[in-house]
């Protein structure tokens, strides 16, 4: 069965500290990997793709498909990187993401 | 129109009434979901719409919810008899080509049954 498995429901740091949200999957093919991050009182959107290994807001996620992960992570946090984290994955001949149950990053000044 | 449109954002309705949730996806977006949010929980997907297939509802909890989509424009999520544990953030999403490039995120009906 698909299932994404966010570990931590919080996680806090302290600005400039670096971040790592862990992300794990199960998944029998090659699924696509996301990340979405809700902002306070903001709707959810898209970060990141896997696909398209790109850094946004510096922030960066590389799927291992040995350890079945997709962990985001970022050098040096930010106060304004303080928000809900969700990763998400699909494949196959379905279009439905499937979603973790969230990480809330907060970061400390 | 510019974004995912919701309405209402807000609904408290008593245990046994029926509700209709309302969508408006992006102009031309061709595929719209409806996902469910309990309260500490991850979005659980209920259904899905791609152009004039048959809809994805593997992922409705029971007969209680339906939802219907006019063409590739308003969809509505109608629950039956609600229920309490029916009380969540429903959200609704489109997609331009139905390929999980992205989805854009409406923000959501808050729905709370007494």
């Known amino acids: 069965a698909q299932r994404v498995t966010q570990p931590e429901k919080l996680l806090s740091v302290f600005k400039g500290a670096p971040v790592e949200l862990k992300c794990n999957y199960s998944?029998?093919?090659?699924?696509?990997l996301f990340w979405y991050v809700q902002y306070s009182r903001q709707r959810l959107q898209l970060l990141l793709r896997?696909?398209s290994r790109e850094s946004i807001k510096g922030f960066t996620a590389d799927l291992n498909k040995g350890e079945t992960s997709f962990h985001l992570k970022k050098p040096f946090a930010q106060e304004e990187d303080s928000a809900m984290y969700y990763c998400?994955?699909?494949?196959?001949?379905?279009?439905?993401?499937?979603f973790g149950t969230g990480t809330l990053l907060a970061v400390q000044p | 129109g510019a974004g995912v449109s919701q309405s209402p954002s807000n609904k408290v309705t008593e245990k046994g009434k029926d509700v209709e949730l309302r969508c408006d996806p992006i102009?031309?977006?061709?595929?719209l979901y409806w996902y469910r949010q309990r309260l500490g929980q991850g979005l659980e997907f209920l259904i899905y719409?791609?152009?004039?297939?048959?809809?994805?509802k593997s992922g409705l909890p029971s007969d209680r919810f339906s939802a219907e989509r006019t063409g590739e424009s308003v969809s509505t999520l109608t629950i039956q008899r609600t229920q309490q544990e029916d009380s969540a953030v429903y959200l609704c999403?489109?997609?331009?080509?139905?390929?999980?490039?992205?989805?854009?995120f409406g923000s959501g009906t808050r729905l709370t049954v007494v």
């Open positions: 102009s031309g977006h061709t595929a």
């Open positions: 998944y029998s093919g090659s699924p696509e």
């Open positions: 896997h696909i």
């Open positions: 998400a994955l699909t494949g196959g001949a379905t279009n439905k993401l499937i």
């Open positions: 999403a489109s997609s331009l080509t139905g390929k999980t490039y992205g989805y854009t």
């Open positions: 719409f791609q152009g004039n297939s048959a809809p994805d």
